[in-house]
């Protein structure tokens, strides 16, 4: 048995990071016929996907950020002004946004992440269901994954 020594840097690296997402890809290529068969495909890249609500001074009340990737729309980011909270803007967000993801990039399914806090009520009147839930995240804090088949 050979016993080798390794050199442990913490400091943040880009260079790095890019490095390894390349040779994690590069594996996970390999060993996944369906990953493999992404490979050059338009459906390989993230293609971002953002909806805004303004409103009549053309500030922001509210948006919606993601990405589709294959066939899912991920939701990062929803967010509606208090002002503007209970009057179906949040809604109107996300629908516009599965409907891009549906009929302009071929998605079969939405997912997103939500603490207790948060909206998991609003995305369960959506038609969500929740998939996971990590307690504790951060401490005192519930995380919920919620997913969406879109339908056509």
Known sequence: MVSRMFRLETEVDKARQDLL?????????AVSP???ALRGTPGERELPLHVWALDDSGAVAGGLVGHTWTSWLHVTYLW???RHRGAGLGSQ???RAERMARRGRGCT???LETWDFQAPEF???QGYEVVCVI???PPGVTEYTLTKQLTA
């Open 123 to 125: 995305y369960q009147k």
């Open 34 to 36: 369906v990953l493999r």
């Open 21 to 29: 997402r390349k040779r994690l890809r590069d594996t996970n290529t």
């Open 135 to 137: 307690p504790d995240y």
């Open 80 to 82: 509606v002004d208090g």
């Open 93 to 95: 967000l996300l629908a």
């Open 109 to 111: 399914a939405v997912r």
